[in-house]
């Protein structure tokens, strides 16, 4: 039976990483006097590495050889870190970013329907309820009962230990719940906790592999904008609704 719908954020409920991410960290390491320049291309090689800090550090040791690490790196990763989510979290307060086709939708028709509500992500939580609240509007916890993010837990994706917090918290096993995901990271670590798993691809993760997911779709489609299926099967559907997600879980 499925109970409860489990969203990744970056990439899955919006498409954060290329011109909100990607923006801020470069607006941080110009204003620390940096010769710091992530472009596109480049940022899509560091998303191999989840969590801002730890991409920060994944940054130097493998592509600034020449920058000499201070005794206090740690403490400077930090300091860049918190200083990039305030621009994070700014720019999406200047409505830089909007829900991908189809998140409200389902998100509403979930709600309508009693079905529980969760978010597990790698993502800083502030910036978790900067997007909600400039997107859904109201108290992110009106629509999401355990909001799972960030440095909670000690390995973040693709370990599968943010969605075992996830799903402890709710006082639900696996087999309750269907993960929503965008990449290869998200799609191991919710299938590590042996959840079944949908992915909804974005520029950056078009050509992942997601072995193990139920379907792979551009995205979760709106009447009229139907979603282009790219892997899986979805019986003559235009878009993701609940009927479609219960025919998956029941199906995988
Ligand atoms: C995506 C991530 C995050 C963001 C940056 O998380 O890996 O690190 O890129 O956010 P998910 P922070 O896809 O799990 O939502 O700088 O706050 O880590
Ligand atoms: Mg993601």
Not at 89 to 115: F, N
Request: charged share 25%; hydrophobic share 45%.
């Amino acid at each position: 039976m499925l109970n409860a719908l489990i969203f990744d954020v970056d990439g899955t409920l919006a498409d954060t990483e290329r011109d909100g991410h990607r923006v801020a960290f470069n607006a941080v390491f110009r204003e620390m006097g940096l010769d710091w320049d992530w472009d596109v291309a480049l940022y899509g090689k560091l998303l191999a590495v989840t969590g801002g800090k730890e991409r920060i550090r994944y940054y130097v040791d493998s592509f600034r050889p020449d920058f000499a690490k201070p005794r206090d790196f740690d403490d400077l990763v930090v300091a860049l870190h918190k200083a990039k989510t305030r621009h994070y979290v700014d720019l999406l307060g200047r409505g830089g970013i909007p829900l991908r086709s189809g998140v409200k939708r389902l998100l509403s028709e979930a709600r309508e329907a009693g079905m529980r509500l969760a978010i597990a992500t790698t993502t800083t939580p502030e910036n978790v309820t900067a997007l909600l609240g400039n997107t859904l509007g109201g108290d992110p916890a009106e629509w999401f009962e355990v909001i799972a993010a960030g440095d909670i837990v000690p390995a973040k994706k693709p370990a599968p230990d943010i969605y075992f917090w996830a799903l402890e918290k709710m006082g639900l096993t696996a087999t309750d719940c269907l993960a929503l995901e965008d990449s290869e990271n998200g799609v191991l670590a919710s299938t590590g906790a042996k959840l079944k798993t949908l992915v909804t691809v974005n520029d950056y993760t078009l050509n992942h592999h997601f072995p193990g997911v139920v379907a792979v779709l551009s995205d979760l489609g709106e009447p009229g904008q139907p979603f282009r299926l790219i892997g899986g099967e979805a019986p003559g559907q235009e878009c993701v609704d609940l009927d479609l997600l219960r025919h998956w879980h029941a199906a995988a």
